[in-house]
């Protein structure tokens, strides 16, 4: 199986809009960048691809070793599909694509298993963290509300096996300030993070 890693990043500074009541735009630019780099961390050394059409997370790409994908313009579904096509087109067959604000990415790339559509929902069984999926498997990306099931729905249409992993750590992601007092990521979150979250509990 020769497998790679896809991650979608917007700009850091247009990320994380949710928790625009706790952080000003550049603790949010750079909270999504701690959690990107997490998860590009948590891959290494496997070939990592960044789907952007940001200069600054292309230079932030290029600074952890992974290979920019430019994406200008299509989104975050047609970024994905149009990476998974340029992709297959270097010679993989098995590609990981994972959000990038999973803070608990560690065995990201074991969800991967050769020949089968492995799908990872979020904590509440609505979005798609993770799908790692032949690149030769009819998969559009179709990210949003109730993604999971669409995920799930075209999975099962296809021709290859299709594996639901719920994780209790890649189910975990960030949007919601809620989602940052979880206990599990908080204990990961950073000093300067953990400052600000005492002081709004206050």
Known sequence: MDLAVLLPVKRFEHAKGR??????????????????T????AVRPLPTFIACDDEGVATWADS???????????????????SRAMIAGKGFDHLVVAHSDLPLAAG???VAVPGTVTLVPDRHGDGTNVVAAPLDAPLRAVYGAGSFRAHLGQALAGPHPVSVRRDGALGLDVDTVADL??????EELPAWLQTILAGHRR
């Not at 997490?38 to 961390?41: A, L, T």
């Open 19 to 36: 928790l625009a009541a706790l952080l000003d735009e550049a603790a949010r630019a750079r909270l999504a960048r701690w959690l990107a």
């Open 64 to 82: 952890e070793g992974a290979e920019v994908l430019w994406t200008p313009q299509l989104g975050l579904n047609g970024a994905v599909d149009g």
């Open 108 to 110: 990201l790339a074991a």
């Open 181 to 186: 007092t979880h206990p599990l990521i908080r």
């Open 38 to 41: 997490r998860v590009v961390g």
